[in-house]
C-alpha cells in the first residue's frame, strides 16, 4: 500500500519508492491464485504443518463452537495455562504480537515478500473513558511507529475501542443528546481527531472498521468528519463499506459525490461483512426489514461493482479491496490491467487478514501489486473476540476451512510431506 497508494497513504514519496522497490524492473510472474509455492514460501516445514494441523481442527464446526465459549470463559477466569494454549495456537496463526515491538519480526518477514502491514490494535467493544484513552493512546503511538517503517502504511481501529456503544446507538437515532451525552459526544471527537492529526502530520494512513448497522449511521458521520477535515489533500482517513448490505453500494456511490462536491478525497475499504447472522438475528427480533443482500450472489456482485467503481474513480477514490474472495481480487488486478493504470498506484490495494489468504497475498505481491497483511496485535486476552471470529469465520459453515486446508494440503503434498 502506498503512501497515496498501498493500502493507504504514508508519505507518497516513501510508498512509491517502496512501491517500486517491491515491484523491480524485471518482469512479473503471471498472477495465478493456484501457485502454492509462492503463498506459503514463508513457511518452513514445520510451520506448514503446523498450519494444516490448526486448519484441521478449525474445520470441525462443533469443535469450534465449544472451544469459542470455553475460551471466553477461560480468560475471563484469568486462567493461565489456557492464554499459553490460545497464544501458542490461534494467536500466533492470526497476530504479530502482544506489543508493537513484538510484532517487528512479523513486519519484516512480510515485507521480505514485498507485502505491506496495516496494524490493528485488537481492542474493541470498550465501556469506560479510561478505557478509550487508552486505545486512542494506543492508535497513536502504533502511527508513531508505523511513521518510522516503511512497510507500515495504515494503522487499523474501531470507533468501538473509542465511544460507547449506547452513544453511537443515540446518535445513529438523530435524537437531541442530553448535556451529558453532548459532552461525551465531544470527547470522541477529540480522540478521533488526535488520532487523525497525528496521522496526517505522520504520513500515515487510518482505517475506521465498519461495524453493526445500528452504529454504522454514527461511525459513518465521525468518519466522514474527519475525512473532510484531513482529506484535502492526501488520503489519510478511510471509512470502511460493508458490502452485504443492501444499501452501501449506493452508499459508496453517495460519499463520492459528497466528497468531490466538498473538496476532499475519499477513503474506501470494501469488505463483505462480519456480522451477517447477528444483523439478521436483531432484524427479526425488532421487526424491521433486514439490512443484509439476500443471498451470497448478491452480496458477491455488490462487491464486484464497488469495485469496478472505485477503480473507474480511482482518482478522486483511494480504495482498498480487503477481501478474501479470489474472483474479486482478480477483477480488480484484470481492470488495472485494462486501464493500463500502474499496478502499484498508491490509490489501489488489496489486503487480506494475517493468516489467511496467502494465495491471494503473496501470489498478488509477486506479480507487483499493491497488497497489506491486516496484523492485529495487543494482549491475548483483549484480542481473544477477534480470534474467536476468526475460527468461526474459517469452521466449515463458512466453507473458508476447507479452502485454507486444501491450499497448505496441496503444498504440503509439493513439497512431499503429505
Not at 474527519?226 to 453500494?249: I, W
Not at 475499504?269 to 443471498?295: F, H, N, T
Not at 507487483?368 to 484480542?383: E, I, L, M, S
Request: aromatic residues 10%; contains cysteine; hydrophobic residues 40%.
Amino acid at each position: 500500500m502506498k503512501k497515496e497508494g498501498k493500502p493507504v497513504p504514508k508519505n507518497i514519496e516513501k510508498m512509491e519508492a517502496m512501491a517500486k522497490a517491491f515491484s523491480g524492473e524485471g518482469a512479473m510472474p503471471k498472477l495465478d491464485f493456484d501457485n502454492t509455492e509462492i503463498a506459503f514460501a514463508h513457511l518452513s516445514d514445520k510451520e506448514l504443518k503446523k498450519a494444516a494441523w490448526l486448519f484441521g481442527l478449525m474445520n470441525k464446526h462443533w469443535l469450534v463452537g465449544i472451544g469459542s465459549k470455553l475460551g471466553i470463559a477461560a480468560i475471563r477466569l484469568h486462567l493461565p495455562f489456557v492464554e499459553s494454549i490460545v497464544k501458542n495456537t490461534i494467536y500466533e496463526q492470526f497476530c504479530g504480537g502482544t506489543t508493537l515491538l513484538e510484532c517487528q519480526p512479523t513486519i519484516n518477514r512480510l515485507k521480505e515478500r514485498n507485502t505491506f502491514t496495516i496494524l490493528d490494535y485488537g481492542a474493541e467493544g470498550k465501556t469506560t473513558e479510561e478505557d478509550f484513552n487508552l486505545t486512542m493512546n494506543e492508535t497513536i503511538r502504533a502511527i508513531e511507529f508505523a511513521s518510522q517503517n516503511d512497510a507500515i502504511p495504515v494503522v487499523s481501529t474501531k470507533i468501538t475501542g473509542l465511544a460507547r456503544n449506547e452513544l453511537l446507538e443515540i446518535m445513529g437515532k438523530g435524537v437531541a443528546l442530553t448535556d451529558k451525552q453532548r459532552q461525551e459526544y465531544q470527547y470522541v471527537l477529540k480522540r478521533l481527531d488526535a488520532i487523525c492529526h497525528v496521522a496526517r502530520d505522520r504520513k500515515v494512513g487510518v482505517f475506521f472498521d465498519a461495524e453493526e448497522s445500528w452504529y454504522q449511521d454514527a461511525i459513518d458521520y465521525l468518519v466522514n468528519s474527519m475525512m473532510s477535515r484531513y482529506n484535502q489533500e492526501n488520503v489519510v482517513v478511510y471509512n470502511t463499506f460493508q458490502m452485504y448490505r443492501s444499501d452501501r453500494l449506493k452508499y459508496l456511490r453517495e460519499s463520492y459525490e459528497v466528497a468531490k462536491r466538498t473538496g476532499y478525497k475519499l477513503g474506501a475499504k470494501l469488505v463483505r461483512g462480519a456480522y451477517m447472522e447477528k444483523e439478521r438475528d436483531r432484524a427479526a427480533d425488532q421487526s424491521y426489514p433486514s439490512p443484509i443482500l439476500p443471498d451470497k450472489q448478491a452480496v458477491d456482485a455488490a462487491f464486484n461493482e464497488g469495485i469496478r467503481f472505485c477503480v473507474e474513480y480511482y482518482k478522486d477514490i483511494a480504495s482498498c479491496n480487503a477481501s478474501h474472495n479470489q474472483e474479486s481480487a482478480m477483477l480488480q488486478a484484470e481492470l488495472i490491467a485494462k486501464n493500463n493504470i500502474p499496478k502499484a498506484h498508491p490509490h489501489l490495494n488489496f489486503c487480506q487478514l494475517y493468516g489467511m489468504s496467502d494465495n491471494l497475498t503473496f501470489n498478488l505481491a509477486a506479480a507487483g501489486y499493491n497488497v497489506a497483511k491486516y496484523v492485529p496485535y495487543g494482549p491475548v486476552r483483549d484480542v481473544v473476540p477477534y480470534l474467536i471470529r476468526r475460527a468461526q469465520e474459517n469452521s466449515s459453515v463458512t466453507g473458508d476451512m476447507g479452502r485454507e486446508y486444501a491450499l497448505v494440503h496441496e503444498e504440503m503434498k509439493r513439497r512431499g510431506l503429505a
